[in-house]
């Protein structure tokens, strides 16, 4: 039976570098899963369009584009992912050889790991969700400008094929001409 798990002040420091996930090739027009979504330790300039004081609670999301620091800071996280312990799980020998804490200690780690794992999924599958919302409307709303365009194209038709009606059940109307008067005197 194991025994309660340590309070913070006894548990052994998490070493947090280890339990970041690579980063995923991101196209500019997806939003990062939060665990990319650190604030990169070294002062990036924002480029954002600034918010009046009043109405600092309505903050504009992070910059999607990558600007050389923050390709740093990105490089910098997907080095220390692939030097992670849990990007190699630990073995079956070292499992068996481990002492309780040490047990207790990989437990932890691969419940933080499985965490973000789970939000990074939850993460892609609303990005998902969104996109094929997003892309009904799209679908819909050209649906309706073609059946407009289509409605359009009707009445056009109707107009036209009516004034030819019109000008083919008219007789000719006589051209007018001015007749000048001549006197005789």
Do not use: I
Request: charged share 20%; hydrophobic share 35%; proline share 11%.
């Amino acid at each position: 039976m194991l025994e309660p798990h340590p309070s913070p002040s006894q548990a052994e420091p998490v070493d947090r570098s280890k339990l970041v996930s690579p980063t995923p090739a991101a196209s500019a027009s997806m939003t990062p899963p939060p665990s990319s979504q650190v604030p990169p330790a070294v002062k990036v300039p924002a480029s954002r369009t600034p918010t009046p004081a009043a109405n600092n609670f309505l903050a504009s999301p992070p910059a999607t584009t990558t600007t050389q620091a923050g390709q740093q800071h990105a490089d910098a996280d997907a080095a220390a992912a692939a030097s992670s312990t849990l990007a190699d799980p630990p073995s079956t020998a070292r499992v068996d050889s481990a002492s309780v804490e040490e047990l207790r200690r990989m437990v932890r780690d691969l419940t933080l790991a499985l965490s973000e794992a789970r939000t990074s999924a939850a993460h892609y599958k609303l990005q998902f969700n969104m996109l094929q919302m997003e892309s009904r409307e799209t679908q819909n709303r050209m649906a309706v400008e073609l059946d407009m365009a289509h409605r359009e194209v009707d009445v056009l038709q109707a107009a036209e094929e009516r004034r030819k009606n019109e000008l083919a059940s008219k007789p000719p109307r006589p051209t007018r001409t001015t007749r000048t008067s001549c006197s005789t005197t």
